[in-house]
């Protein structure tokens, strides 16, 4: 595929990778090592992809090279790249069927792949590697709990699985309880929690382990707001102290406020990977400026059409939309061109690409349809 127009500065965002790339040498899997920080990790101290923060460069948790998976005549994942570090949240962005969880679960190790190469710490990884799998934290997109067991038994009843007995399972457990905000309804049995609850009861066991990498798989569908918020704050806690995320959505202000650098996923294929900001340079970086008038705008809109750094006005009843490189140094002189015509400005409204524009402008359709 071409590489999307880019028209900005500074990094561009990653798309598509054709060329071939070496597989790092294989050490032979060991055991997860002694872990001293509540993810198990030291802290990374400002994150590694944040625009403006000090950099700290650490070797990827999870690299994925080349990834293939096809049932029968479907390709539902082809050809996907992409790494994550600690203290990183990387974000698959994509509609229904767009090859997120069947991504993810070759990245588990719970489905084996047709092609390319998983890496965790280092290490390979695969369906059969026992010590990557430790270090890997799973929230599937469908819940795997006991209904009729309540929190805690659910919970000890992971970490026996896990090896976790005696006074270690037990502070373990308070502490993931703690973090996503269910300590009052740890005696409830699971079938009387609400979908939200149950979901974040689940991110409580996929840390029981204390994984280096968390997978969430879409966590926030069909969760009520304040369960959504409690996922969300767990999510960015756990980054900020040092854990890699791999976090699967169709939503694209999650995706916006959350993750460091997005995937834009459809169809099987990573069409562009980014931060946020590089991501929508990829549809042009034009910023939206909408003024409302009161009454007749003509005359204004006539005065705005006239500025050198307005590109396409469009006018609708009272509203004049003007596209312009960026909003916010030219606000004063929209302003005062609008004003200067007699004309009363009721509203100003920035508005900036957003994910959604990226998504469209790269595959042609809204991430809703
Ligand atoms: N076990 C399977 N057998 C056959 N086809 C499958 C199987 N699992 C997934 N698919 C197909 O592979 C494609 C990708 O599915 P996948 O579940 O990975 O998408 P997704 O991005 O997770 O979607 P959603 O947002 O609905 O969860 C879809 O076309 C789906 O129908
Ligand atoms: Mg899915």
Redesign the pocket.
Known sequence: MTRPDSSGGGTEPTVRRTTSQSVPGASQPTDATERTSWAGLPRVEGNPTNQGKEQVVTEPVLECKHLRKA??Q?T??DDISFSIREGETYGLL??????????ISMVVGILARDGGEVTVAGQPHGVNRTATKAMIGYVP?DLALYPDLTALENLRFFGNLYGLHGGAQKRRVAEVVELVGLSDRASDRVDKFSGGMARRLHIAVGLLNQPRLLIL??PTAGVDPQSRNAILASVQQLAEEGLAVLY?T?YMEEAERLCDRVGI?DE?QLKAEGTRRELVRLVGSQDEIVLTTEGDPAAAADALGKLPEVGTLTREESRIRLMVGEAAPLLPTVLAAATGTGTTVRSVEVRQPNLEAVFLHLTGKALRD
């Open positions: 049932y029968g479907l539902a994942v994509g509609p229904n069927g767009a090859g997120k969880t069947t991504t997109q798989d879409e699967t169709h996923i099987g």
